[in-house]
């Protein structure tokens, strides 16, 4: 090989030796298409992740991870995602070193194998409608940055975390699932007053209520005469009849757009 | 003479005061610590109050007449991160507790005041696999001995907690660490390696209470040549986990240590280590002097759950069809309670004491009758009890007068999934895990549970609305203590399961039980919950 020649490739090889690893962090999943890696990938997801992802990936209480690529996601930018969580939401971190690199590689290489087109949401629904909507309908229990009841979760940021197929469902059919710290609950007391609520805590001999006017309480179950858990959620079911169709498309716009409520900016 | 007898006088009395100070007399004889516990309450010497790991104090000036008027004396609070799953001893008015990140202290019992504190330097980025926690001291003479986290048994000085010898079980690097609260028998200290999350290769070990030298060790998988080696599939063996972690039982009559021994790894990955898996979810029966095996009987053959067998035995001498037999009883993980005969490992009865779906029953051969369709894979499939267990480290009590054995039982299924593992050195090697079922699909409870070792059949028992994982304490006055998992301290009557006092400690007890004594002619109740240790008595 000529001395020149010789120069260059060393060169190459170095630079090579310098910038591969970064490189090779931001680019690609060294397990994509590695089907060993996309079983145990399978494996970890499911016990990791489907909880709340969905065994399809589709989103349960969480959102819908099939269309991250399609909507323009890096291997990297999800990688960083899946080790760090997102601070202030349901999505924990993923933490060495009970997650290792390569844990996370595999479950992103199985991902890949659900991986779906963009959404495919109807463009329908006019947000501006879905937000007086939900002023009407929904706010006496559910705060949307910042302004509306507490007897329900917070929706700021539902946006993010729930698929438009989950809040949907949610809203015309409820759901027997319900979110920790909201179940449904009521108490009897001594003198027969009935208390009804959602469950904060509870143990062999308490519980801990917000009932129904916000009013949160604890209760000593041998002082009350009854204490009973609801099998239908605090939150009614809006069917057609009281929500139509197109309301409902301009509801999930609006609740589409909340993505995230910043306390520290000074509402009007 | 005149001049040389003060002289005389003069050595003598140099000679006497260097005696003095040369022998005070040790604080803690072997006889003491094999005697259990004393009627007179003074000590608790050992993890289970006796070497047959009864749980069960002599004491009855705390009745279930006279519970509720239990009054907390004081609290003693870590100051350091993590929880108690210790065991405190105590003697002559002094406690030597273990806690999270092997720290340790002498505690003045009438106060709940420090007298010394202990605590190791521990390397950064440890790979204990359940929590940073110490499950309690052994101690003989004027010397406490402690496991630590980085897998090393110390002796620290009674007097002071200074470290008198530290002895280094394996490399922490490789996974290796001690949790398990020392068991000393005779002359020497019996500790174990845990680490099966991490493909290690466990064992028993025993050390020479004087000099800290290793007397012997036991590999809990057998190397190659070795009976047992051969139900390892390859080179399985290598990396087959088989931990050690909860302090086993001492038989004096026969000199035999019987301990329970954890799963294999990869814990849930069946391909990669076929055949039984020696002596993974075993209990072994090992010679005291020696270490050599005297006979063994494993619980689940290949186990696929991660369902370690590091439950603790207790040992009795039970009335069964008529005959008085020697026994072990062992509730297990995998939902089965066993009563085995001691001098064999042969099974006398063994029946689940949870809802268990993977096996029918223990067959005549003493092989557990399978269902199929339970090892998991990438899909996974449903199985109960869940990987935690049908009950787990957690201490069980027995009452001799009563012969009842009690446990704190889980009811919990769990989807078990499962994927080919690669072994890295210090890395988990676990090859799955398990997803729980939605509680509207199948909730998880649990129950204290008072079972005959003689039938396995169920006495009664106490329904939590959520599993506890707190030891057990009786007492011959007929008082159960435990916890649940939401914080409660609870006394029950031992003879009926109903509740009699409670208090919410703000923790629950975790893996560990109160304990009792007597201080200054008061029977005292102890209960180390969360980061603190509260002291109660009769007001």
């Not at chain 1, 910042?146 to 809203?171: C, E, F, K, M």
């Not at chain 2, 003989?140 to 986290?149: A, H, N, S």
């Not at chain 2, 020392?182 to 099966?196: F, S, T």
């Not at chain 2, 009559?253 to 849930?268: A, F, V």
Request: glycine share 10%.
């Amino acid at each position: 090989m000529p001395a020149m020649t010789w120069r260059l490739f060393s060169t190459v090889v170095v630079s090579w030796a310098l910038i591969g690893p970064a490189l090779h962090a931001q680019t690609r999943n060294p397990y994509e298409d590695n089907p060993d890696a996309i079983l145990a990938g399978m494996g970890g997801y499911r016990v990791r992740c489907a909880d709340c992802h969905g065994t399809d990936g589709r989103g349960v209480r969480g959102p819908d991870i099939t269309t991250v690529w399609s909507t323009g996601r890096s291997d990297e930018g999800l990688f960083n995602t899946i080790r760090r969580g997102v601070p202030n939401t349901e999505m924990p971190a993923f933490a060495a070193p009970r997650a290792s690199d390569r844990d996370i590689w595999q479950m992103l290489a199985y991902l890949k194998t659900l991986a779906a087109p963009a959404p495919t949401d109807p463009p329908r629904g006019n947000a501006e409608n879905g937000a007086k909507l939900f002023r009407t309908l929904c706010a006496a229990c559910h705060k949307a940055n910042g302004t509306g009841g507490r007897l329900g979760p917070d929706l700021s940021r539902i946006g993010t975390g729930r698929s438009r197929d989950v809040l949907l469902a949610r809203i015309r059919r409820g759901s027997e699932d319900f979110r920790a710290g909201f179940e449904p609950v009521t108490v009897t007391t001594a003198d027969g007053a009935t208390v009804q609520g959602v469950k904060k805590n509870e143990d062999l001999f308490s519980v801990q209520i917000m009932d129904n006017r916000e009013r949160i309480q604890g209760y000593e179950k041998d002082k009350a005469k009854a204490v009973e858990n609801g099998k239908k959620s605090a939150m009614p079911v809006f069917g057609p009849d009281r929500l139509s169709d197109s309301d409902l498309d301009d509801l999930l716009k609006y609740l589409q757009t909340l993505r995230g409520f910043d306390p520290t900016v000074k509402q009007q | 003479m005149m001049r040389i007898f003060p002289v005389l006088a003069v050595c003598f009395l140099l000679a006497g005061v260097t005696i003095a100070q040369q022998a005070p007399p040790a604080l803690v004889s072997i006889q003491e610590v094999a005697q259990g516990l004393p009627a007179d309450g003074s000590r608790w010497l050992t993890f289970g109050g006796n070497y047959s790991n009864h749980r069960h104090s002599p004491l009855t000036q705390i009745t279930p007449a006279n519970v509720s008027r239990l009054k907390p004396l004081w609290t003693f609070q870590t100051a350091t991160l993590g929880n108690f799953e210790t065991t405190s001893l105590v003697r002559d008015n002094v406690l030597y507790v273990t806690g999270p990140q092997n720290v340790a202290w002498a505690i003045d019992a009438r106060t709940g005041r420090q007298i010394w504190r202990y605590r190791r330097e521990l390397p950064q980025g440890l790979t204990a696999c359940c929590g940073l926690v110490n499950r309690g001291f052994g101690v003989l003479g004027d010397r406490l001995f402690m496991t630590t986290l980085d897998a090393h048994l110390i002796a620290l000085d009674i007097k002071t907690g200074s470290v008198v010898w530290d002895a280094t079980l394996e490399d922490y690097k490789t996974g290796h660490s001690s949790t398990i609260a020392p068991l000393v028998v005779k002359d020497k200290v019996i500790v174990g390696a845990a680490g099966g999350e991490y493909g290690i290769r466990a064992f028993i070990d025993a050390y020479d209470a004087q000099t800290g030298k290793r007397a012997w060790r036991f590999y809990t998988i057998p190397g190659p040549g070795e009976p047992g080696n051969n139900t390892w599939a390859g080179e399985s063996w290598k990396t087959g986990g088989a931990s050690v972690w909860v302090t086993g039982a001492y038989d004096p009559e026969q000199n035999l240590l019987m301990y329970g021994i954890g799963n294999p790894g990869p814990d849930y990955h069946s391909e990669s280590r076929k055949g039984d898996n020696l002596y993974s979810n075993a209990i072994v029966a090992l010679d005291a002097d020696t270490g050599k095996l005297k006979w063994h009987y494993q619980f689940t053959p290949h186990d696929v759950h991660d369902w370690d067998a590091t439950e603790v035995p207790i040992l009795a001498d039970l009335p069964i069809n008529g005959e008085t037999r020697k026994v072990v009883m062992f509730a297990n993980r995998n939902g089965f309670y066993y009563t085995l005969d001691r001098t064999t490992g042969k099974i006398i009865v063994a029946k689940p004491f949870v809802i268990t779906t993977w096996a029918k029953e223990i067959g005549a051969d003493g092989r557990p009758v399978l269902i199929p369709g339970h090892t998991p894979d990438e899909k996974g499939e449903v199985t109960c009890p869940d990987l935690t267990g049908g009950t787990n480290f957690w201490q069980p009590s027995f009452d001799p007068s009563t012969r009842t054995f009690f446990v704190n039982a889980r009811e919990v299924c769990m989807t078990f999934i499962s994927w080919k593992p690669t072994y890295t050195p210090g890395e988990r090697f676990t090859g799955g895990s398990g997803q729980r079922v939605k509680p509207s699909e199948s909730p998880a409870w649990g129950a204290l549970r008072a079972i005959d070792p003689a039938t396995a059949a169920l006495k009664w028992e106490f329904k939590f609305l959520s599993p506890s994982t707190s030891g057990i304490l009786t007492t011959a006055s007929g008082l159960l203590f435990s916890g649940d998992s939401d914080g409660n301290l609870l006394a029950l009557d031992s003879r009926s399961g109903k509740l009699l006092w409670r208090y919410q400690m703000g923790a629950p007890l975790h893996g560990t039980s109160p304990t009792t004594y007597i201080i200054d002619g008061r029977q005292h109740l102890l209960v180390p919950a969360g980061t603190t240790l509260t002291a109660w008595a009769i007001e």
